[in-house]
């Protein structure tokens, strides 16, 4: 499926993620090309002189040689939603303890297995 199925389309409007040396930045951005594997975008600052992209399937940034490094959202709301969705999950996993509880049961535990990794595991 190429970028412009799935909705992207030049002059809409992105939230941005950008994880480099330091503390990450968020920047909103304006998409100025969309290609069969890549969406191009300008930040709105105008920081860069350059079009930057992300791939429209991951919607992660082109790293290059460098890897991954950031990320695309759709709106802001996204983004928070990413970041409280992850701050929860960090909170569960912090609070598990070492080992079972004696309430757990192995059916209990494979329902959450299931839960968590999906029926495949």
Not at 82 to 96: G, P
Not at 101 to 121: Q, Y
Request: glycine share 10%.
């Amino acid at each position: 499926m190429s970028a412009k199925d799935d909705g992207w389309h030049v002059g809409g409007s992105i939230f941005v993620l950008e994880k480099s040396w330091g503390k990450p930045r968020t920047y909103q951005a304006t998409v100025t090309k969309v290609g069969r594997k890549w969406v191009e975008f300008q930040r709105n600052d105008g920081w860069r002189s350059k079009d930057d992209r992300f791939d429209h399937e991951s919607m992660r940034l082109d790293g290059g040689a460098m890897g991954w490094r950031g990320r695309v959202y759709a709106d802001e709301a996204e983004y928070v939603l990413d970041c409280e969705i992850e701050r929860a999950w960090t909170e569960l996993v912090r609070s598990l303890p070492h080992c079972a509880p004696d309430h757990m049961t192995i059916d209990s535990i494979s329902r959450v297995r299931e839960m968590i990794l999906g029926a495949e595991k």
